[in-house]
């Protein structure tokens, strides 16, 4: 699923905000998993993983799915099909900046929810003892 990226910016400060989105959608995804994984009796596993690949269908898909499309399929046979293409992306060269950013943001956003969540955050953030 792909959502508006025209207000984004170019190149690395785009992959920082698109990271951002990544990170608030985790954080909130391992919250409501960890609401409904506590009634359910779920370990971390489960939490974790759920709400890391569902963090990831709305907020990395999209540009993923061009990635893959633009470096993987051999559809694009013509120059005209190419420059049609690339005119639908935002920012076609920094995709993987984006996508970069996406996955990282992902994983830091589950990882604060979690290291909050499970009641030891001091010692995981600070180092305490």
């Not at 984006?98 to 992902?106: H, K, N, S, T």
């Amino acid at each position: 699923m792909e959502y508006d990226q025209s207000w984004m910016g170019y190149g690395v400060v785009g992959g920082l905000e698109a990271g951002a989105i990544s990170l608030a959608v985790g954080f909130l995804l391992y919250l409501l998993f960890h609401a409904i994984g506590r009634r359910r009796g779920w370990g971390y596993g489960p939490r974790v993983g759920w709400s890391y690949l569902l963090t990831l269908v709305p907020t990395a898909s999209g540009d993923l799915w061009n990635l893959f499309y633009f470096n993987y399929t051999s559809g694009l046979q013509s120059l005209q099909l190419l420059h049609a293409k690339l005119a639908e992306v935002h920012d076609p060269d920094g995709i993987g900046t984006r996508v970069l950013f996406e996955l990282l943001g992902a994983a830091v956003g589950v990882y604060v929810a979690w290291a909050l969540c499970s009641g030891d955050w001091k010692r995981r953030f600070f180092g305490g003892k």
